[in-house]
């Protein structure tokens, strides 16, 4: 009883979670839409003359009660785990957004060169439960202050 009252508990809970989210990264996805983000190892010849600083982002998301139930359930019977695509598309769409707040404050116009580094945390742990950290960096290019007094 207490087993389904946790399953319960986690589900409804983690899902109501997992939309607030993604309403947050959906409006912030949006205020951010002109800072362009490319994984391109090299800027297009117009932003040569552009200032360069590295920008990161960094995010820690944890996995809910019933995430961990359905991944055991997949692993005992094998498969996609498909309960951790939404972890790890949040974890890496949080961390892009956050990389991109960094280069809005330093004024930049475009991302390039942009990676990710994903992690497990506490995989290890006896109870089962994990996180997963996402890593985005990149190279930020901003106008010279010259040009941006022009």
């Known amino acids: 009883m207490i087993f389904l009252f946790l399953l319960l508990t986690g589900y409804l809970s983690g899902r109501w979670l997992e939309q607030r989210h993604y309403r947050s990264i959906l409006a912030r996805e949006a205020a951010l839409r002109h800072l362009l983000v490319l994984p391109v190892r090299v800027p297009a010849n117009e932003h040569s003359q ?21 991944a055991s359930l997949r692993n005992v ?23 991109q707040e960094e280069a809005q404050q330093l004024g930049a116009d475009i991302i390039y060169n942009v990676k990710y580094e994903t992690s497990r945390i506490g995989e290890n742990d ?24 022009a």
Do not use: I, Q, W
């Open 50 to 70: 552009h200032d360069s600083t590295l920008v990161t982002g960094s995010v820690v998301v944890s996995v809910d009660y019933f995430k961990t139930v359905a």
């Open 77 to 99: 019977f094998g498969g996609r785990v498909g309960a951790y695509e939404s972890l790890l598309d949040r974890a890496r769409r949080e961390a892009t957004l956050r990389m």
């Open 126 to 149: 006896a109870k089962g439960l994990g996180s997963v950290e996402v890593l985005a960096y990149g190279t930020a290019l901003t106008r010279p202050a010259h040009d941006a007094a």
